[in-house]
């Protein structure tokens, strides 16, 4: 059984009240706060930190005890593997953190491709848009007119 709590300076490293932390098969720890996701090595340096709304989708495999973390800029996953096969907490807490900063999302078929749009809260409550897609599109007045159409229809979702 993996351990539960992180060691002090791992805790340290981040701000705000952690809500879960899930031990890395490699000593490191994925930690859960109200505003960000943090991966702190054992001796407390911060690997990644990155706010909720910077976070595309986690999935969790739990066959292999793998989070798959996809970002919205489109970098490079992360994949963490838990010491523990089978932590229950963490990825709830993972799934609510990341549902809790989408206020509003909708999907629109394009040639190619579908784009996602969605309007995110930030750490500090600005509500920002953000649409991407599930494959490379071809750039093309037509797409650029329906990537318009859907900000405005998540803008006009809160009266904006």
């Known amino acids: 059984m993996a351990r539960k709590?992180?060691?002090?300076?791992?805790?340290?490293?981040?701000?705000g009240k952690l809500l879960a932390e899930e031990l890395l098969i490699d000593d490191s720890w994925a930690l859960i706060t109200a505003t960000d996701f943090a991966i702190v090595d054992a001796g407390g340096e911060v690997k990644v930190e990155r706010p909720w709304h910077e976070v595309a989708t986690g999935e969790w495999?739990?066959?292999?005890?793998?989070m798959t973390v996809t970002?919205?800029?489109?970098?490079?996953p992360t994949r963490l593997k838990t010491a523990d096969e089978a932590p229950v907490t963490f990825p709830r807490i993972f799934k609510e953190r990341v549902d809790a900063s989408v206020v509003?999302?909708?999907t629109l078929p394009v040639p190619g491709?579908?784009?996602?749009?969605a309007l995110r809260r930030t750490p500090s409550g600005e509500l920002i848009s953000q649409i991407s897609s599930d494959t490379a599109l071809q750039a093309?007045?037509?797409?650029?007119?329906?990537?318009?159409?859907l900000e405005q229809k998540l803008w006009?979702?809160?009266?904006i």
Request: proline share 7%; glycine share 12%; aromatic share 6%.
């Open 5 to 15: 709590k992180a060691p002090r300076p791992v805790r340290r490293a981040v701000r």
């Open 61 to 66: 495999d739990g066959d292999r005890h793998i």
């Open 71 to 76: 970002w919205v800029d489109g970098s490079r």
């Open 104 to 106: 509003y999302s909708e």
């Open 113 to 117: 491709g579908e784009l996602r749009g």
């Open 140 to 149: 093309t007045p037509d797409l650029e007119k329906q990537i318009a159409e």
């Open 156 to 159: 006009d979702f809160v009266g």
